[in-house]
């Protein structure tokens, strides 16, 4: 009967553990689920290829995961692991793009950078118009291109001159800037910037229309594609084109119906990536456009300003330089008096 008793008290105490074990291991908090797997009815290049505007978690460098941004980019440098291999029909359409602009007669579209807007008309052989506003609607400076020269005048008369603190620039507000532009060898995208509306070098060169080919283009190393979109109801085409093994990057929507951009975003993979973007609207290709939209001439009165030598700018040996602080880009702030009696070495990259 003991015997018995102790048998009955044992298989108690073991069901009261078994239960007690079940309801622990199976608890909300203890429970896991096994990863799922990635579909097999896809290419394994077609899991990893993420679309163009969807946004993830931060990856590593060209560590493309799934539905990730394609300008995914960390302050890592680009290496050798980031290049892809070029793909000959996106690369075609790249080209196209570019012969679709040289061999128009005339090209007018209207282009939004975020903090400003132009619109440009240019035609052949060697004319062209720049009018921008600024993200407060302000009409801001004019460049025109009649054949020889390029104008460029400050109708609000907010000219860079007014920064000038030497000199007769400073009181004249009737001023403007003329360049000789050779054909095939002047850049209107290098020049806008000086129009005052914010704006920095467009992604596309405009010159590209009058055969000027654009310095970074002899260290593209790749051209590939993505997924097709629709940007303001055009189907796009969707190219990513890499420079120098991924350190800059451009995207570009190219329209299928006339093989020019809609929308661009421009990635520089530096320590703070910088990210652009710039939209293209109203693209008209071989439109009639009157030649006296090309024509100007400075009225009588007006004054041409050449930008100071920056040479003369700089502090004469021995002088004191005037202390200041500067924010870095990795977000820490230096001090000049900070380096009294040190040799000081400033390295300013694309600034303005």
């Not at 796009?236 to 020019?260: A, N, P």
């Not at 300003?305 to 004469?316: A, F, G, M, V």
């Not at 040799?343 to 990259?349: G, H, L, R, T």
Request: aromatic share 10%.
């Amino acid at each position: 009967m003991k015997n018995r008793t102790i048998v009955w008290m044992l298989v108690g105490i073991g069901s009261v553990v078994l239960v007690c074990s079940a309801i622990y291991f199976s608890g909300p908090d203890r429970r896991r689920e096994q990863p799922s797997a990635a579909p097999t009815d896809r290419p394994p290049d077609a899991i990893l290829q993420a679309e163009p505007n969807e946004v993830t978690a931060q990856a590593g460098p060209n560590e493309v995961t799934p539905q990730a941004e394609p300008n995914e980019v960390t302050p890592k440098t680009a290496s050798v692991k980031d290049t892809f291999k070029d793909e000959p029909e996106a690369h075609r359409l790249y080209e196209k793009m570019i012969e679709t602009m040289r061999n128009a007669e005339s090209l007018t579209y209207k282009g939004d950078c975020g903090n400003c807007t132009y619109t440009i008309w240019m035609k052949k052989p060697n004319y062209f118009r720049v009018e921008t506003v600024n993200s407060q609607g302000v009409k801001c400076g004019t460049l025109v291109g009649d054949g020889d020269n390029l104008w460029i005048y400050w109708p609000q008369g907010n000219s860079p001159a007014s920064d000038d603190t030497d000199g007769y620039a400073q009181t004249q507000a009737n001023i403007y800037m003329k360049r000789a532009t050779p054909i095939g060898r002047h850049s209107i995208g290098h020049e806008v910037g000086w129009l005052r509306a914010g704006m920095g070098m467009t992604i596309i060169d405009p010159s590209t229309f009058h055969g000027y080919t654009d310095s970074l283009q002899p260290f593209m190393d790749g051209v590939r594609g993505w997924d097709a979109e629709t940007v303001a109801d055009h189907e796009c085409d969707v190219i990513e084109v890499s420079f120098m093994k991924r350190q800059r990057i451009w995207y570009i929507w190219l329209s299928r119906q006339d093989h020019l951009p809609r929308k661009m975003k421009e990635v520089v993979r530096v320590a703070r990536p910088i990210i652009g973007y710039e939209y293209w609207s109203d693209v008209q290709i071989n439109a009639e456009i009157p030649d006296e939209i090309f024509v100007w001439s400075p009225p009588a009165g007006w004054v041409e300003w050449t930008p100071p030598d920056l040479e003369e700018k700089l502090l004469k040996p021995g002088a004191e330089a005037p202390d200041f602080e500067l924010l870095l880009a990795d977000e820490n702030k230096v001090k000049l008096s900070d380096y009294r009696g040190k040799i000081v070495w400033f390295y300013i990259w694309r600034a303005g």
